[in-house]
């Protein structure tokens, strides 16, 4: 089992900054790859970025890809989503999750274990 605790949310301003945090416990975290989603109201959930397990690759979703930065530091178990210029569309709950076995980290189905969530509310 992996446990992921996000942290870090909260309300900003448009154009404004914060940064996740995601700990990891449990199970080897610099064996998985790691990703960030996101779930509006009424919404699915939503592809944001993911890292692979050494942090030589990332994939971000293309509308955030200029605006919000994935990294992690293994030696910390703890994956962390930067974000820049948020703006009130932005606004909606965040989770981390592990992929064990890899694939294609933009679809929620390959990931194994989710965070609770953390709430971002981004005001105009």
């Known amino acids: 089992q992996v446990q992921l605790v996000e942290s870090g949310g909260g309300l900003v301003q448009a154009g404004g900054s914060l940064r996740l945090s995601c700990a990891a416990s449990?199970?080897?975290?610099?064996?998985?790859?790691m990703g960030w989603f996101r779930q509006a109201p009424g919404n699915e959930r939503e592809f944001v970025a993911a890292?692979?397990?050494?942090?030589?690759?990332?994939w971000y979703a293309d509308s955030m890809k200029d605006r919000f930065a994935i990294s992690r530091d293994n030696a910390k178990n703890t994956v962390y989503l930067q974000m820049n210029s948020l703006k009130p569309e932005d606004t909606a709950v965040y989770y981390c999750?592990?992929?064990?076995?890899?694939?294609?980290?933009?679809?929620?189905?390959?990931?194994?274990?989710w965070g609770q969530g953390t709430q971002i509310t981004v005001s105009s």
């Open positions: 449990g199970r080897t975290f610099s064996r998985f790859a």
């Open positions: 999750a592990a992929s064990v076995y890899g694939g294609n980290y933009g679809l929620p189905y390959q990931y194994d274990f």
């Open positions: 890292i692979s397990w050494s942090g030589g690759n990332t």
